[in-house]
């Protein structure tokens, strides 16, 4: 147990940390790409556990210690590698103001040693957070160019998990039983969506920071798709539910099953064209320096409280209501779709210190 709260902490501070790591030493035209490589490896290490997670490999009473085990692999790899990693030239010039540690560090990620118009800019921002007092907590809430941003991050956090992801990733056997597979089919059905998760992760690192497409853009696709789909999940099943006859339980609409199933993978395709990825980053773009950590660290922690709150609510409320849980998730997309399209700007192609100056602007209007 206490392996697992330090293995729950490390996620913790990682969920925070590399996103925005990987905002800060990104170029502008690769951010979004970039920060969705995060959510990548993340499906990537999901889809490795629900395979090893198999009855047959790991997945049983003699094996599933050691399924815990494994993840000293990949803590060990970090350990080794991590060294090799350049530190943040933001971090190195705005907060520990090394100038000459910030440009060796830069010309490196950048792999050229004209870096001056990076490094001018990065010394703009640093004059700029010197000239005003240290940012608090307190101050992410109260003062008006901070507080709106941070609303956005926090919704957009929300958005990923109050969809109702997790509730089909943690227990995706479950309802692939409940739509009528048997055996071992629920498994694989469940390694099949994982593999569906991956995939279509890897369309939106492409996409993300492509000409047509954008962050909004793609998320309010993204939320739009699982809002459709969690509807027609709860229609399918319900037909399917209908046509049951005792005593086999067998359905005599057996079709619908297999449309529920083809839903969840398409609930799944959703999440993973925009709000799988985005938020994470979203945040450390929308933010400058001074108060970045602060608002990765509510952000994070609401992230992970809603996952949590549905993560252990979701099998009573399914127990209790059935297919209609999932009804709760398309009130919470709604909800969602509506604050993205109405107050979610886009970020891309836009250097984090525009971004910042168009909220310091708003609150200025405002006021």
Request: aromatic content about 12%; hydrophobic content about 50%.
């Amino acid at each position: 147990i206490i392996g697992r709260l330090i293995i729950g902490f490390n996620c913790g501070l990682n969920s925070g940390f590399v996103p925005m790591y990987l905002t800060e030493v990104s170029p502008i035209n690769l951010r979004g790409t970039l920060g969705s490589v995060h959510q990548l490896v993340v499906t990537i290490a999901i889809l490795i556990s629900q395979i090893i997670g198999l009855p047959y490999l790991m997945g049983n009473e003699r094996w599933w210690p050691l399924i815990l085990a494994l993840t000293a692999l990949p803590a060990l790899f970090q350990v080794v590698t991590l060294p090799f990693c350049p530190e943040s030239p933001k971090y190195s010039l705005i907060v520990k103001n090394r100038v000459e540690q910030a440009e060796k560090d830069l010309k490196k990620l950048r792999g050229r040693e004209n870096v001056q118009e990076e490094l001018d800019v990065m010394h703009e921002e640093a004059h700029a957070i010197k000239s005003v007092a240290k940012v608090s907590m307190s101050d992410m809430f109260t003062v008006p160019a901070l507080r709106w941003p941070m609303t956005i991050a926090i919704v957009m956090m929300l958005s990923q998990q109050l969809s109702g992801i997790n509730a089909a990733m943690f227990y995706s056997t479950v309802i692939f039983r409940g739509a009528g597979l048997t055996g071992l089919a629920p498994f694989y059905a469940t390694i099949g969506m994982g593999a569906v998760n991956v995939l279509m992760t890897i369309v939106s690192v492409y996409l993300v920071d492509h000409p047509r497409f954008g962050r909004r853009s793609l998320h309010l696709a993204g939320l739009g798709g699982m809002w459709l789909s969690s509807i027609l999940i709860v229609v399918c099943l319900s037909i399917s539910e209908m046509g049951k006859t005792e005593p086999t339980g067998e359905s005599k609409y057996q079709w619908a099953s297999y449309m529920a199933i083809f839903f969840v993978l398409t609930f799944v395709v959703s999440f993973a064209t925009g709000p799988g990825s985005i938020p994470w980053f979203y945040v450390s773009e929308i933010f400058a320096s001074g108060s970045r950590g602060n608002a990765n660290s509510i952000a994070v922690m609401v992230n992970w409280t809603a996952n949590f709150v549905v993560s252990v609510s979701f099998l009573p409320l399914n127990n209790a209501v059935g297919q209609f849980s999932f009804l709760l998730f398309v009130f919470f997309l709604t909800l969602c779709w509506l604050f993205t399209f109405k107050f979610v700007p886009e970020t891309k192609g836009r250097t984090v210190e525009e971004i910042v100056q168009s909220f310091e602007e708003r609150a200025r209007k405002n006021n």
